[in-house]
């Protein structure tokens, strides 16, 4: 089983891929019609939130870096710039489709968390900003992402901002305060040896979380989707379109600031991945299947495309922001950042 759950911490994609398929084909030949799938996606959040937040060592945040340009106008595109661009992609493709441009929006309006520090890591950026970020950005959701999806979805579909504010408080603050407990209570027990030992499984088990969201969420609708197979084509463009624009705007941004590459890796980052725990645990609870369909598709192309950013675009945004590299050895200052 821990073998298992490592294979899906770094095959994610792909499993989500797999999964999708196979709910598409047994939707098709089972009625889940008359399933509620609401306890199931309760299931699933507790999954999903609460291993991520166990791992996540919130009280870090007072040893790390204090770049304070940087985390702002990392937040500022994270919520802003990244709600705007969501707003133009769904009015530009789902005019028609109101469920799957909130999908979209959802995308926009919750930015990464816990999953900036490890992309970070493997693209040799600013591991310790990303940690400030990333908490930072957790503890915003709650307060600033209810008003983006009102704002940008209200004029779709009815949204309850009350209960949007509180399931992300629930959804949120309760697996951080349970996920902080168990940290100390593993710690105090087996030593941090142990901790950081288990702590590798926790991303697997927050998988099988989004795992059984995907599932159950195209399962129900894949009856409609088959017969209007233009909605794969939409869901995947609209998040394509996203992709690109955000990260146009997050190097330019970049360039225009000065920002070396272990800083403005941080920006591009967090201006394109979003979480995908949270904004599927919303949509599951909250809204209709083919928003949660939507997002289905977000932890395929998110994995794969911020792949081909890191190993494929990442040489020449090293040289785009940081210039030759020098003979001193200067190439290898980005990685201090690993030893977090």
């Not at 603050?173 to 996920?179: D, E, H, K, S």
């Given at each position: 089983?821990?073998?298992?759950?490592?294979?899906?911490?770094?095959?994610?994609?792909?499993?989500?891929?797999?999964?999708?398929?196979?709910?598409?084909?047994?939707?098709?030949?089972?009625?889940?019609?008359?399933?509620?799938?609401?306890?199931?996606?309760?299931?699933?959040?507790?999954?999903?939130?609460?291993?991520?937040?166990?791992?996540?060592?919130?009280?870090?945040?007072?040893?790390?870096?204090?770049?304070?340009?940087?985390?702002?106008?990392?937040?500022?595109?994270?919520?802003?710039?990244?709600?705007?661009?969501?707003?133009?992609?769904?009015?530009?493709?789902?005019?028609?489709?109101?469920?799957?441009?909130?999908?979209?929006?959802?995308?926009?309006?919750?930015?990464?968390?816990?999953?900036?520090?490890?992309?970070?890591?493997i693209a040799d950026a600013?591991?310790?900003?990303?940690?400030?970020?990333?908490?930072?950005?957790?503890?915003?959701?709650?307060?600033?992402?209810?008003?983006?999806?009102?704002?940008?979805?209200?004029?779709?579909?009815?949204?309850?901002?009350?209960?949007?504010?509180?399931?992300?408080?629930?959804?949120?603050?309760?697996?951080?305060?349970?996920?902080?407990?168990?940290?100390?209570?593993?710690?105090?027990?087996?030593?941090?040896?142990?901790?950081?030992?288990?702590?590798?499984?926790?991303?697997?088990?927050?998988?099988?979380?989004?795992?059984?969201?995907?599932?159950?969420?195209?399962?129900?609708?894949?009856?409609?989707?088959?017969?209007?197979?233009?909605?794969?084509?939409?869901?995947?463009?609209?998040?394509?379109?996203?992709?690109?624009?955000?990260?146009?705007?997050?190097?330019?941004?970049?360039?225009?600031?000065?920002?070396?590459?272990?800083?403005?890796?941080?920006?591009?980052?967090?201006?394109?991945?979003?979480?995908?725990?949270?904004?599927?645990?919303?949509?599951?609870?909250?809204?209709?299947?083919?928003?949660?369909?939507?997002?289905?598709?977000?932890?395929?192309?998110?994995?794969?495309?911020?792949?081909?950013?890191?190993y494929g675009l990442g040489?020449?945004?090293?040289?785009?922001?940081?210039?030759?590299?020098?003979?001193?050895?200067?190439?290898?200052?980005?990685?201090?950042?690993?030893?977090?």
């Amino acid at each position: 089983m821990a073998g298992l759950l490592l294979h899906i911490k770094k095959r994610l994609y792909l499993y989500v891929a797999l999964d999708f398929v196979l709910a598409l084909w047994v939707g098709t030949h089972v009625d889940l019609q008359s399933i509620n799938i609401k306890p199931i996606s309760l299931l699933a959040v507790f999954l999903m939130l609460y291993p991520m937040l166990t791992g996540m060592v919130v009280e870090k945040v007072k040893r790390a870096g204090r770049n304070y340009r940087l985390i702002a106008l990392t937040l500022t595109f994270a919520f802003v710039v990244a709600s705007i661009t969501a707003y133009v992609v769904s009015r530009l493709l789902f005019a028609d489709y109101p469920e799957l441009a909130l999908g979209i929006i959802l995308v926009g309006a919750i930015p990464c968390s816990n999953m900036l520090i490890g992309w970070s890591g493997i693209a040799d950026a600013s591991v310790e900003d990303a940690l400030v970020i990333a908490v930072i950005g957790l503890l915003l959701i709650p307060l600033l992402s209810p008003l983006i999806v009102r704002i940008s979805g209200g004029p779709l579909l009815p949204i309850d901002t009350t209960r949007l504010i509180l399931n992300l408080l629930l959804y949120i603050l309760v697996p951080l305060i349970l996920g902080y407990f168990t940290r100390r209570a593993i710690i105090r027990r087996r030593g941090m040896a142990y901790f950081m030992e288990i702590k590798r499984y926790f991303p697997g088990l927050s998988a099988l979380g989004i795992l059984l969201i995907v599932f159950f969420s195209v399962a129900k609708v894949s009856g409609r989707v088959l017969q209007h197979p233009v909605v794969f084509f939409l869901v995947a463009a609209g998040l394509f379109l996203y992709y690109l624009i955000q990260t146009a705007l997050a190097v330019a941004a970049a360039r225009f600031f000065h920002l070396d590459y272990a800083q403005g890796m941080i920006l591009i980052l967090g201006a394109t991945a979003s979480s995908q725990a949270i904004s599927l645990a919303l949509a599951a609870t909250m809204f209709g299947s083919m928003t949660v369909f939507a997002l289905s598709f977000k932890p395929i192309l998110q994995v794969a495309y911020i792949m081909l950013l890191i190993y494929g675009l990442g040489p020449y945004l090293r040289r785009f922001l940081d210039g030759p590299p020098h003979p001193a050895g200067g190439a290898e200052a980005p990685r201090k950042g690993m030893e977090l």
